[in-house]
DNA sequence: CGGAACCGATTGACTGGTCAATCAGTGAGG
DNA sequence: CCTCACTGATTGACCAGTCAATCGGTTCCG
């Protein structure tokens, strides 16, 4: 096997081993030598690839958080109702924790509602999430699905912040999750925020 | 000044300096003697009163959150319709965070939204406020003014949940915090969430 | 075709700096 | 003279990041 195509592997292993240690300690209880030894890699191999113990965190947020991103565009170009375009939204983030659990418990955890510390760094790419979905609801809007006396933002804001407390409340086992509430989640999501929007 | 007299001063001094650093720096990046330094007191004092540093942060939660917990706990006694209960806590964290940013920063922060680190050990008095919210939820099912196709307790947490992402704008400056956006917010919440309860 | 030079991948011991927490001491009130 | 709020230098643990050394493969020259 060529050296060159052993690297990506060993790459790809520090970060998914990163998940799992910074998903079970958080980021900060984890020591760099947690994070090689889940890998089976040796601790210097770490800086080899990444720059620093936050910089692996940076991968794992942007890898992900510009898949969110697509989704939220896709989902906008994709026509169809706003209200079945905030389902579609809804739908991506919480497949993507049915998906991963781990990975989106340290991106919330982590990064997202770590505005302070780590998310800091990321609050430009976190608004433009929050941007995007302001615009459909401002599209939804003008379309007259939703009522004009709630501000775009505000209410992209309360929609994702409920889609999040709800992932929190899996996360930490506030309420229970079941493959039957990742099912309803979406829509009650969607019927518990739009059914406020909508026109009276 | 007597002793004993001064004792509760320091004290307090202590906490409220803790509230201005861990709002400006973050809980991790603050060290104690930066605590020290903004209460004007000897680095040795802060552990006269508190065993660590974390129980510093500890009593600024536990001062807050019972104050939370109280207020829905009076909304929910007072009466009145169940939308006007839940307006009635919805006032009553917008207002907190109007009345001091930087305790309720440090707060949602490094506790509500830091369940993995440092608000793991606060996570039963974090549910308890979900729970009590929820009570009202299926309160004013029962009383016929909610639909009844929203668990409680999920319709507690997307409500929670939008408060606090809301705060979070405003404490990370996503979006602009104007005394009017404060006035509107707590109503502009409560049509959000109960609209979208209410019975069609 | 042998081997020498090269180069990126990989290893893990070590270091430097950072702080939380301790503790021996000071001084004022009662 | 005893207690207790108060002081701040010291200590001990911890850990991110460095670095010198090794490994193994590829290339290219003779």
């Known amino acids: 096997m060529a050296a060159k195509a052993a690297a990506p592997d060993k790459r790809r292993q520090i970060l998914d081993a990163a998940v799992r240690v910074f998903a079970r300690q958080g980021f900060h209880a984890t020591r760099v030598s947690d994070i090689a030894d889940e890998a089976g890699v040796?601790?210097?191999?770490?800086?080899h690839y990444f720059r620093s113990k936050d910089e692996v965190l940076n991968e794992?947020?942007?890898e992900r958080w510009s898949l969110l991103l697509a989704a939220i565009e896709?989902?906008?170009q994709a026509g169809g109702t706003h209200r079945e375009r905030l389902a579609a939204v809804a739908g991506f983030i919480v497949g993507s924790y049915r998906h991963d659990p781990e990975l989106m418990k340290v991106i919330i955890v982590e990064v997202t509602r770590a505005a302070n510390s780590f998310g800091r760094t990321h609050l430009p790419e976190i608004r433009r999430a929050y941007e995007s979905i302001a615009k459909i609801v401002a599209d939804?809007?003008?379309?007259?699905?939703?009522?004009?006396?709630?501000t775009p933002l505000f209410a992209s804001m309360a929609?994702?912040?409920a889609i999040e407390q709800l992932l929190s409340g899996w996360i930490f086992e506030v309420i229970p999750a079941s493959d039957t509430s990742f099912e309803d989640a979406k829509d009650l999501l969607v019927t518990t925020i739009c059914d406020g929007l909508g026109p009276r």
Chains 1, 2 share one sequence.
């Open 74 to 76: 896709e989902a906008d």
């Open 159 to 161: 929609f994702y912040g």
């Open 60 to 62: 794992l947020f942007i």
């Open 140 to 150: 939804g809007q003008a379309a007259g699905e939703f009522r004009r006396d709630v």
């Open 42 to 47: 040796a601790y210097g191999l770490v800086y």
